[in-house]
């Protein structure tokens, strides 16, 4: 294990390097960096009953209506609390896109208790610059 960590920490060291290299080379005007940072992805935070989740946009499918509207249903990655007690799962839920917003609906099964459990919520999503 802490010869992975010191693996991860030469190659981090590694491309930051080559970045500040990078950054003292003259560049010509037309000549774009490599380097683009952004965000990209969906937030979200839902409420059900005795239940809330923070979630992360994951893989999803859509059809588009129009320029600004998407319907579709996609996975969840969240952090939950129920009843008072923390835990992260992956939820499913059908969605719906305007825009940058998101109208989710996520449920998640306990295994447990053999319950699904659903909430609705609301998302932004984050668009990367270019």
């Known amino acids: 294990m802490k010869q992975l960590a010191v693996l991860c920490f030469f190659l981090v060291l590694n491309l930051y390097t080559q970045k500040l290299r990078a950054q003292s080379e003259p560049q010509s005007p037309d000549q774009k960096s490599n ?14 009953k005795n239940f809330y989740s923070f979630n992360v946009g994951g893989p ?18 969240s952090f939950y609390v ?11 839920a059908p969605r719906l896109d305007y825009k ?3 109208l989710i609906v996520p449920f998640f099964h306990f295994d447990k208790t ?3 459990v ?3 919520g609301l998302g932004y999503k984050f668009h990367k610059k270019a």
């Open 114 to 116: 053999e319950v699904w």
């Open 82 to 92: 129920r009843d008072g007690k923390t835990g992260a799962k992956l939820g499913v």
């Open 35 to 48: 380097w683009n940072v952004g965000m990209e992805g969906m937030l979200g935070a839902s409420a059900g």
């Open 60 to 77: 999803s499918l859509h059809l588009r209506l129009t320029k600004d509207l998407k319907i579709g249903v996609g996975a969840l990655p």
């Open 118 to 120: 659903a909430s609705a």
């Open 100 to 102: 940058s917003w998101v």
